[in-house]
């Protein structure tokens, strides 16, 4: 008897080992049956582009991804970088609200007679309905839109355009935001990671810029050889600042155009 007790507990110490898995009891409310649930270990997930070890704060992580479309939305529509930087590090929290995690949207605009994909979010009401863009740089350029396409924005486009204090009392003033700290808000930012360099370099003010780092966030189309001229640099150029072996980058994949 003494022989099989211990070969009984042997047998589950053994089987207890050999798996790392839990089993959890769970009881079914709509019967008396019981049923066993095997939980999986956590597994952890690594987030694209942004190295653990990473001692950058979330909002330099976000200037360093988007610095190059606010500069070409300045480019196109007149809208200051550094307002386009702000106005996305305070809409979305810096990339991690909802809106810009499940939406793709940076800047909190809401549907307004949209017809694309949607989503619902509690704001000023309940449930109230956003605009849901497929990729970053959709929302970025909608932004510029939706800007140069309301008559109450005209006046800010008088501005000088590297007039970001202008553009941050002048979004306020026209009822982009309700709340009436926006303007200050949003220069506190740009003071802070002097965010109006990216005004200058748009604008060739190179005498006032000291240590500019561009970044480039692969979009569809994007090859290297587009990128340098964009960028007025060259290929080989390009794969030296970011470690390439050949001509391919891949969406998404974040690029060193110049750094200092």
């Known amino acids: 008897m003494k ?12 089987l207890s080992c050999g798996s790392k898995k839990r089993v959890v009891t769970k009881k079914d409310k709509r019967s008396t049956k019981t049923e066993q649930v095997v939980v999986e270990p956590k597994v952890a997930v690594k987030t694209p582009d942004v190295p653990e070890t990473s001692s950058l704060s979330a909002v330099e992580i976000y200037i360093l ?9 300045m480019r196109t529509s007149k809208i200051p970088a550094s307002i386009t930087l702000a106005q996305g590090i305070l809409e979305s929290g810096s990339g991690k609200g909802r809106l810009s995690v499940e939406a793709n949207n940076h800047f909190g605009i809401k549907c307004h007679g949209w017809t694309g994909k949607k989503i619902y979010h ?7 309905c956003f605009r849901k863009y497929d990729h970053a740089n959709s929302s970025f350029e909608d932004h510029s839109e939706f800007l140069t396409g309301r ?19 002048g979004l306020r003033a026209a009822g982009y935001a309700t709340d009436r700290k926006y303007p200050e808000k949003l220069i506190s930012l740009i003071k802070r990671y002097k965010l109006d360099k990216y005004d200058d370099m748009v604008l060739g003010n190179t005498s006032v810029i000291v240590d500019v780092e561009i970044n480039h966030t692969v979009v569809k189309g994007d090859t290297l050889y587009s990128l340098s001229k964009k960028y007025n640099t060259s290929v080989d150029e390009l794969k030296r600042l970011n470690s390439l072996d050949s001509n391919e980058i891949s969406l998404g994949q974040l690029l060193i155009i110049k750094s200092n």
Do not use: C, H, T
């Open 3 to 14: 022989k099989i007790i211990v070969f009984l507990l042997v047998g589950f110490m053994a």
């Open 65 to 73: 991804k988007y610095n190059a479309i606010a500069m070409d939305e």
């Open 122 to 128: 509690d704001d000023d009401a309940s449930q109230e």
């Open 151 to 169: 008559g109450r924005y005209a006046k800010l486009f008088k501005l000088k355009p590297d007039d970001y204090k202008g553009w941050a009392k």
